[in-house]
């Protein structure tokens, strides 16, 4: 259980590398979350997040191409590793059980 | 393309992590870029700032230790390794740099010791910054003399009419009035003993003061008149294991009055300026009747504590002007003089910190004996000197030995060290000398201060209870580290490594100039300190050798003789009568300190108002007073028993001749106070004062004053001369020890601070030049080591012993004497300066300079040769085999 440790912002930021798959550097993630969540998220939050990450294994960067309008500097390009991949399927399979297992009672109970 | 603020930029660049930096500004200015095309600059740059703000993170900022370290214990355990190996492996080298920096930093701790107890004095008394010391100014002629005895209704002036002043108390140890020394015993005893620290002090400076009471109320204790308060190691003294409180002490023999024990203190520290242990009272007290509320006569030293707040300067101006014109104009019109408006406008008074008292009283005549404030500044300087010549020598070695590490720093920055990293090798090697020099430094310290303490006559001690102590060495032995490592660290760390480890670096030659340049600043400190010792030891030796007008050989003295009351002169006569004595003379009045002096106004008959008094000293004498001193009459006659007349014929000094304007002084009538004396003969001069002074008029009359009988002896056996003298003495005064005292021991007495200073000069001089002399030794080693090759082929091609010798010399020889042309004026400049304290005085010559320099060329020559010697003696193959 423990080794697979997700936290909410983390697991976003994950799947949304996914998402992007092969275009997933900063800006584009950045631009990403807040459209598709509605919420913004600063350069520092997600660069922390992707750090974090990097370094738990979950996610493996490679350097880009510098373009003009980044004044020379590179992109810096992420991918979910095997690890990775396993750590949001253990995320994923341990929500689907949870919400399995609620009773259907409870919900209506909430809904109604 | 829109470039976001710089400065925000710099600052993100400055915490981010390194590897991080690049993505993350590339991601940064991309956003900045697109806002700036939709929202317009001003908000591109205000969210840029707080995007670079956000980014504060941990994981995206640098950590602290830096990308390369993650941890630097093992490489600094690596550097005291290697630091402790190379010092193991040059032993001789390692040995000379701690131990010069070991005695360095011994002779600092002694001086610092030494500064720190001569600051210290006087800072003891609660509010000690409000009590000050009244000093009279009186300015001849552009001469200013300064002093410190006032009239005795001066107190109770300052008290009653300047509100500023809180109290006022004074002292009196005028030896005319029998304070000072006495013969004191207890009431119930018979037994006399000699106190020679007795002072009349009033109540009030106690309450200034404030010493630490054992026995007595500290506010009452000297309030009635006849009463006493005694040290503690006093009142161990005359009462052991007793409460001496209310019992009774006998001065002199004076058993109509004796004094009541009103209180006991703790015995004064060391370092005060008053030091006395006996203190009688002067409330109720007088010396003649009238004294206490006559303006005539300045005995008093008085001091002042003044109210919070007030500023001494215009106290002491108001106080000027209200007691000159209140007291001192009518007293002057009194008497009739003439020059009132000069004498006024010419004197002044000045109020003295009472911890300024100790180091800046020079020229203030108070009777006492001072530290002196440019002492405590050449102590400094030369502690300075000693560790910076102790720097020198660790830096020399350490450049001139780089060779033996520059394949270690070529490698060890192959291998990946930075600059930073060699650095701080170099220094923590210097750390790990320094830190061993400390410890050596500390215990030669500890095993010096004995003698140190006999040297200059102190009672220092470490202080290693005082909560600085030990955090102050270590900071030192830090802070010197890195002072003598820093120019050898950076100098080491600069090698090249490709050149270094291809060898081609020629062996430690590249800063020669600047170690030639470190050995002249040495050996110039260390010429200076010579040419200083040689200059205090002639002027010791002028001084105690000097023609002084009197003879002061064979001279013996008693003192406390008054105690025989009538029977002095059958005294005197029963002396006479011994083989050994030559002739027998009662004065108070030697030509040494510590006999009695006094201030008299001397002018000539019928022109007292006319003239400015000229003043001297008033000596009663014997008859036989000039025979046995040796003194001369240069014109006239010594006085003579069958005239009656010379009961009021005085003698005068040829000072007094000078100064009174006398063309034939035979006849003259000088009037003192009221009493006129004719003169019958003229005294070569003769000083009575230390050599630091002129000499003073001094007019001799015949008169009683018992305290004091000489002797001339003719004997060589002192110890048999003491023993027949006590003996005589015994019969005259079976309760009373005899003290004994030879003039030429108490004169050389007078300069015992001079002589003191003399070894302590001397004694750190040595230091200074040992210190310089080992790094010299060690210098010239290393060359041999360097030159071995060239001089083992010299020695194959049938160079000589002396060739070798003098090859190697030679360079040293020109540092010296450019260190010698350097030292000259220096010297001459310092101890000029120094000379001109003395009124008599040695003159500055150039064979001092001349001897000096020879020395210090002869010191380097031996220190040189034996190793320039080893090296001739070597057997040349072996320089040569390795190749």
Known sequence: MKQYQLGEFEEVVMLTVGVLYDKAYGVAIKKEIESRLRRSVSVGALQSALARLEQKGYLKSYEGEASEERAGRPKKFFQITAYGRKAIEFTRKTREELWSDIPKVALKLIMG | MPHPPQIILRFFRWYVHPKLRDSIEGDLIELYRERVREKGKRKADILFAADVLLCLRRGIIR???????????????????????????????????????????????????????????????????????????????????????????????????????????????????????AEVRRADQMENLYEDHITFIDQELFDIFQPKFIYGNPAKALAEPLSVVLTRSKAEKYYPGENPLGKSLI??????????????????????????????TLSGWEFWKGEQTSWCCSNYPTYIKIKEGTDPHELAKKITKGVIDKYIIPMLKEEGRSDIDEIVKN???????????????????????????????????????????????????????????AKEVGLRKVVGSVRSNLVGQFLAESLLYSVLSFVFGLVLAILLLPYFNIVASKSLEMPWLDWWFVPALVAASLFVGVLAGIYPALYLSSFRPIQVLKGNLSMGSRSSSLRGGLVVFQFTISIVLIVGTFIIYRQMNFILNKKLGYDKQQVLYMEGTHMLGNQIQTFKEELKKLPMVKSVSISDYLPVRGTKRNGNQFSLEGRGKIDKPVSGQFWRIDHDYIKTLGMHITDGRDFDR???????????????????????????????????????????????????????????????????????????????????????????????????????????????????????????????????????????????????????????????????????????????????????????????????????????????FLVAGLLSILIAIVTISFQAIRAALTNPVNGLRSE
């Open chain 2, 63 to 181: 950590p602290a230790e830096g990308h390369q370290q993650i941890n630097t214990y093992g490489m600094l355990k690596n550097y005291f390794t290697i630091g402790w190996r190379s010092l193991l492996k040059q032993r001789m080298y390692s040995a000379i740099k701690i131990g010069g920096f070991a005695l360095g930093i011994a002779a600092c701790i002694l001086i610092s010791l030494f500064i720190k107890d001569e600051l210290s004095y006087d800072k003891q008394y609660p509010n000690a910054n409000r009590i000050y010391r009244v000093i009279g100014v009186g300015n001849h002629n552009g001469q200013l003399s300064k002093g410190v005895h006032f009239q005795p209704p001066m107190a109770k002036a300052l008290r009653e009419e300047y509100i500023e002043i809180e109290k006022v108390g004074r002292y009196n140890n005028v030896e005319l009035f029998g304070a000072a020394n």
């Open chain 2, 347 to 405: 004197s002044w008074i000045e109020l003295q910190p009472v911890t300024d008292i100790h180091l800046k009283s020079e020229g203030i005549w108070d009777g006492l004996s001072h530290g002196d404030i440019r002492f405590v500044w050449l102590f400094s300087a030369v502690a300075a000197f000693i560790l910076i010549i102790a720097s020198i020598n660790f830096i020399n070695l350490s450049t001139a030995r780089s060779a033996n590490r």
């Open chain 2, 642 to 848: 069958d005239m009656a007349s010379d009961s009021s014929a005085a003698l005068i000094n040829q000072e007094m001749v000078k100064q009174l304007g006398l063309k034939d002084p035979l006849g003259a009538r000088i009037v003192n106070y009221s009493q006129t004396w004719t003169v019958i003969g003229v005294v070569e001069n003769f000083n009575f004062e230390s050599l630091k002074h002129n000499i003073d008029p001094v007019m001799l009359t015949l008169g009683n004053s018992p305290t004091i009988v000489s002797m001339k002896i003719s004997s060589e056996d002192l110890q048999g001369t003491i023993a027949s003298v006590t003996e005589v003495w015994k019969k005259f005064a079976p309760n009373q020890p005899a003290r004994f005292a030879f003039l030429d021991e108490s004169y050389a007495r007078m300069y015992d601070d001079v002589k003191r200073m003399g070894k302590i000069f001397t004694s750190f001089a040595v230091f200074a030049i040992i210190v310089a002399c080992l790094g010299l030794f060690a210098l010239s080693a290393f060359m041999v080591e360097q030159r071995s090759k060239e001089i083992s082929i010299r020695l194959v091609l049938g160079a000589s012993m002396n060739n070798i010798v003098r090859l190697l010399t030679q360079n040293f020889m020109a540092l010296i004497m450019i260190s010698i042309v350097l030292a000259t004026p220096i010297a001459w400049y310092v101890m000029q300066k120094w000379l001109e304290d003395f009124a008599f005085r040695v003159e500055m010559s150039w064979e001092i």
């Open chain 2, 251 to 280: 001065f002199n023999d004076d058993k109509a009055r004796p004094f009541t024990i009103g209180g006991v203190i703790e015995d004064l520290p060391p370092n005060t300026h008053l030091p006395f242990d006996i203190f009688l």
